[in-house]
């Protein structure tokens, strides 16, 4: 059996996995984000520690699955973020996760440096706040008595290995979240580091996805239940091993939809794909020699949770109900724009803010909720235009995380892109089965990663009714005119 582990925005998802990756079944600890003015997205790395250990035994427990008969566990997890240790290898500090975004000031100074067209050609990325580099010089700057502790730096899931193994690695998947990282060469980038006067040296060793870090430490092993020396497999980014469980590993295997916190579209390639625009990034696989172009948005399904939060605060899971009710909602005239977190992909704008346009007395928690869902859609829809524009075939999404199991909201993407949107059987669980594959190929269990287009099947499809697509279009170009109209203001 194979343990994965999916260190997600709002909790760690344990699964565990027969020995070719079939899951078997799955258990999520939730734990807290500090969420501040000024960008402030923060996470405490022992609440992850405490959550996987947690989730393990917890794992275990309810399948009634021995420790000796785990062969090995794997990682996987949010990207872009920054854990700051000290020469102990503790962290100095909180970790500033994907969603935070105050660093604008330091991006800009490198982008200034460096210049934004040549970084996104070297890095496969803009150079943006939401990346690991900047919150590195954020903290540099804001911090100088706690970053004169630090002598490490990496991302969520090396801090969780680090803990297992005692070694302190990185993947190329998520080296290339990070806005240091030469993505042609497959090396930190020694021009990003020196215009950032950062040493190569606070950067961990990069090594392919499915390397054995190491053995689990008899110090810990009883934290999470399982046998000392249990093999350790580093794993990846939630991104590239959620495009694994998706089946997604060539270009002929069309595009996949993650509804999660934040949302992305994304399709596996060669070589990197650079938009003349810049709307579009491109991360490393954990495929070996292969890529995932990806446009991601910061809040999508967490603008749904946000709007949820809002309208039915005192009721225990109030999305079911409200999504039945915005099924037959009218939103003519009503916009959302989905920027709560500011913005990457299209805009990449860390000043753009969510708002309501349209809104008429008549609009009732219906009316707001399916807006959510349409502004969510519209955003996404740039994103597919920029890859159908570079040349990318995008007939066929297949939509994982958590806001797949939403047929209105699968309807309603069909219908806003014009094109089919097919729901997994994995549709929480694509991270994790990404990780599970990663594992199993590290330890020997499967040939290679292949494997992962046999582990879920096509349970629903939705095809774009011709009427309502042409009238999506149309409101599609007047959602984007409302953000090119309130550009200016987000600055002020």
Request: proline share 5%; hydrophobic share 45%.
């Amino acid at each position: 059996m194979i343990v994965a582990h999916d260190l997600g925005t709002t909790g760690n998802k344990a699964s565990l996995h027969t020995d070719h990756g079939e899951l078997v079944s799955s258990v999520t600890v939730h734990y807290p984000t500090t969420f501040a003015a000024g960008g402030v997205a923060e996470q405490d790395p022992a609440d992850w520690w405490r959550a996987v250990c947690t989730a393990t035994r917890e794992l275990l427990t309810r399948t009634g699955t021995a420790a000796d008969e785990v062969m090995a566990v794997g990682l996987g997890a949010q990207m872009m973020g920054a854990v700051l240790l000290d020469a102990a290898c503790e962290p100095v500090r909180p970790a500033m996760i994907w969603a935070d975004h105050r660093s604008t000031a330091e991006a800009d100074r490198l982008n200034e440096a460096v210049g934004a067209r040549h970084a996104y050609r070297l890095l496969g990325h803009r150079v943006h706040p939401t990346y690991s580099l900047a919150k590195v010089l954020w903290v540099r700057d804001h911090e100088p008595d706690v970053f004169a502790r630090v002598r490490h730096v990496c991302l969520a899931k090396d801090y969780v290995v680090l803990r297992m193994t005692g070694q302190l690695l990185t993947d190329h998947s998520d080296a290339s979240s990070t806005n240091a990282y030469d993505q042609r060469r497959g090396t930190w980038s020694a021009e990003l580091l020196a215009a950032a006067g950062l040493s190569p040296e606070l950067f961990p060793p990069i090594v392919p996805s499915a390397t054995v870090a190491g053995g689990l430490r008899p110090s810990v092993a009883a934290e999470l239940g399982l046998c000392a020396g249990t093999p350790i497999v580093l794993g990846g980014g939630d991104g590239p091993l959620a495009a694994l469980g998706a089946g997604v590993l060539d270009p002929s295997d069309g595009a996949y939809v993650y509804l999660g916190s934040s949302s992305w579209v994304s399709v596996s390639a060669t070589e990197p794909l650079l938009d003349t625009h810049l709307r579009t990034m491109t991360f490393d696989h954990v495929v070996p020699g292969r890529y995932v172009p990806t446009a991601t948005m910061q809040a999508g399904g967490a603008s749904l949770d946000w709007v949820a939060e809002v309208l039915r605060p005192s009721v225990t899971a109030p999305l079911p109900a409200l999504l039945a009710e915005a099924a037959d909602a009218d939103t003519t005239g009503l916009y959302f724009l989905p920027h709560l977190l500011g913005e990457r992909s299209p805009h990449w704008n860390a000043a753009a803010t969510g708002a309501f346009l349209g809104l008429a007395r008549h609009h009732g928690p219906a009316a707001l909720t399916r807006a959510v869902l349409e502004g969510v859609a519209f955003n996404l829809a740039t994103c597919v235009d920029a890859f159908r524009e570079a040349g990318v075939p995008v007939d066929r999404i297949d939509a994982i995380g958590g806001g797949a199991a939403s047929d209105l909201w699968l309807s309603i993407l069909a219908d806003v892109w014009g094109a089919t949107v097919r729901r997994r059987t994995i549709v929480e669980e694509a991270n994790s089965l990404g990780a599970a594959v990663t594992t199993a190929v590290a330890v020997g269990l499967v040939e290679d990663f292949s494997v992962a287009r046999d582990l879920s099947t096509v349970t629903a499809e939705f095809t774009p009714d011709p009427t309502r697509h042409d009238e999506y279009r149309r409101r599609h170009a007047r959602f984007a005119d409302a953000y090119r109209r309130l550009e200016p203001w987000f600055t002020t």
